[in-house]
């Protein structure tokens, strides 16, 4: 099994930037797949990023250039940084773990980002 628990989301001003944190329960190496998703009321989870054991990525379209998936392995922590947030960024966001063909997710974390 894995735990998942987010930190790091907040308020901040449409243009600014936030850094989530997702400690793990295990070693990421063991992890087939890390990511963040995110999901506002009435709507469908997103996807935002994704990082594989090997160290590929993935992001999604409106993320861009604009967010990076990162990790330390030595503190079993996966990070999400997001740079020019924009007011639609705001959702909560769950990190994600794919392991033993099994999903997991955390509690989440809210992001609003003013305009």
């Known amino acids: 099994q894995v735990q998942l628990v987010e930190s790091g989301g907040g308020l901040v001003q449409a243009g600014g930037s936030l850094r989530l944190s997702c400690a793990v329960s295990?070693?990421?190496?063991?992890?087939?797949?890390m990511g963040w998703y995110r999901q506002a009321p009435g709507k469908q989870r997103e996807l935002v990023a994704t990082?594989?054991?090997?160290?590929?990525?993935n992001y999604g379209d409106s993320v861009k250039g604009r967010f990076t998936i990162s990790r330390d392995a030595a503190q079993n922590t996966v990070y999400l940084q997001m740079n020019n947030l924009k007011p639609e960024d705001t959702n909560v966001y769950y990190c994600?773990?794919?392991?033993?063909?099994?999903?997991?997710w955390g509690p989440g974390t809210q992001v609003t980002v003013s305009s």
């Open positions: 994600n773990a794919l392991f033993a063909w099994e999903m997991y």
């Open positions: 295990r070693s990421i190496f063991s992890i087939n797949r």
């Open positions: 990082l594989t054991a090997s160290g590929i990525t």
